[in-house]
């Protein structure tokens, strides 16, 4: 069944950021994760706005989790931390 991670960030580091964003990227689509939005263009309607939100689509939410624990992801993690608070939820689709 597809499912659906959705990322939101609140950045401190946009060039460190980004840099990650470089090196997760082929794992995302190695696990057949899809980006369905142009991160940087949500509006809020209500809440506090984190500087990025995203949705990918996969086609489970094991997909997901392969990708999240990915042995070469696993290194990136910590990388993100350093610059980022963040949300990730995984929710699977219709």
């Known amino acids: 069944m597809t ?3 959705i990322g939101q960030h609140e950045i401190d580091d946009e060039a460190a950021f980004a840099d ?3 090196q997760t ?3 995302i689509e190695k696990h057949g994760g899809r980006y369905l939005t142009k991160g940087g263009t949500h509006e809020m309607l209500e809440g506090k706005r984190p500087s990025r939100v995203v949705v990918v689509e996969f086609p ?5 989790k392969d990708w999240y624990n990915d042995p070469g992801y696993k ?3 910590p990388r ?3 610059v980022t608070r963040s949300t990730m939820t995984a929710i699977e689709g219709l």
């Open 3 to 5: 499912a659906y991670y």
């Open 20 to 22: 990650y964003l470089d």
């Open 25 to 27: 990227i082929p794992f």
């Open 60 to 64: 489970s939410k094991q997909a997901i």
């Open 75 to 77: 290194p990136l993690i």
């Open 80 to 82: 993100r931390h350093a």
